[in-house]
């Protein structure tokens, strides 16, 4: 028998330790954490600068009015709109004004012309392209600029993506059984399985306490607590990569 | 029952049970003022998988030996 418990014991070292092997590997980079952010205002003016990858993108939020500019070392761009639809674009001295509800075919093209070939844009499109998986709202911000800028430019497709990026709702849906990269410590897995098992645990209570007067109910209420116990468990042993220590 | 597959249903079945039981204590042992660590974790699981392979090796005797008479 202490033989059959020994192999019982490698075995399920070996069992619950090959989720460390596949853990291991080099940690993510948030690649929106290269980008600066820096918040300030007044009472009336919200400021929000953007540093990273050689461009500085500033912007000044009031009550009607946004004012955006867009530099690297030898570029800047500056826009100025306001809660009615009008939008000054201006670069090296030169500007066109548009209303944006009426989109005026002539003024698009103008825009079109004055930022060709704009290194402050490009540094701002792969800023932005570096911001994809950021949720703070100081990216969302910038993102926003994005859109209007490409909006002026008669790119509305931008501003549909970005659309479409805020309202689509967050894909979280389960709780995932195992990691591919370790993101988190064993005593923060454990701290997360803790407060879920005691949570499941108040529920399987209010369950009984519910529907345990219905037949068979109360068998309905423990299944359930074990198979959510059960996922719960598996889950932690899967994100401490092995033996939940 | 082949030994290798038996065993490892003793210790699938241990994971288990040590999951069941750590569901159980610590809730219970969070509401008596005990803050279970990742450690308790360890060794629910030790004990689950230990007391499985036990039980399990007892009774897979118990029926050879019924068996066999």
Known sequence: MVRGLSIGMVVSMLIVSSGSRVAAGP?????????RFTTGGTATEATLTAEGLGVRVSKRVGPETVKIRIEVANDAIDVDANARGAVRLARRGK????????????????ARRLTEGSPALKSFGALIATLESDDRNA??????????????????????GVARRFAAPRAKSMTPASFTAREE???VCWA???STVTTYYLEYSQCLVDYAWIPGMAAVCSFEWLVKAELAWFWVIGCSGGVPV | MNRALWLLGE???????????????????????WEAGPLAGGLALGIGVVLCVVVGERLR???RRDRLS
Do not use: C, F
Not at chain 1, 27 to 35: K, S
Not at chain 1, 144 to 150: F, I, K, P, Q, R
């Open chain 1, 139 to 160: 990216a969302k911000s910038l993102l926003t600029s994005w859109a209007l800028v490409n909006a002026i430019r008669g790119d509305d497709q931008v501003a549909m």
């Open chain 1, 192 to 194: 997360e399985y803790a």
């Open chain 1, 27 to 35: 940690p993510t980079i948030h690649r929106g954490a290269d980008v």
């Open chain 2, 61 to 63: 005797k118990t029926r």
């Open chain 2, 11 to 33: 210790i699938v079945l241990g994971l288990m049970v040590a999951g069941a039981l750590t569901a159980v204590a610590v809730p219970v042992l969070m509401r008596g003022g």
């Open chain 1, 95 to 110: 500007s066109v004004s548009l209303d944006m509800a009426v989109r005026d075919a002539k003024a698009i093209a103008t």
């Open chain 1, 185 to 187: 410590t064993p005593i």
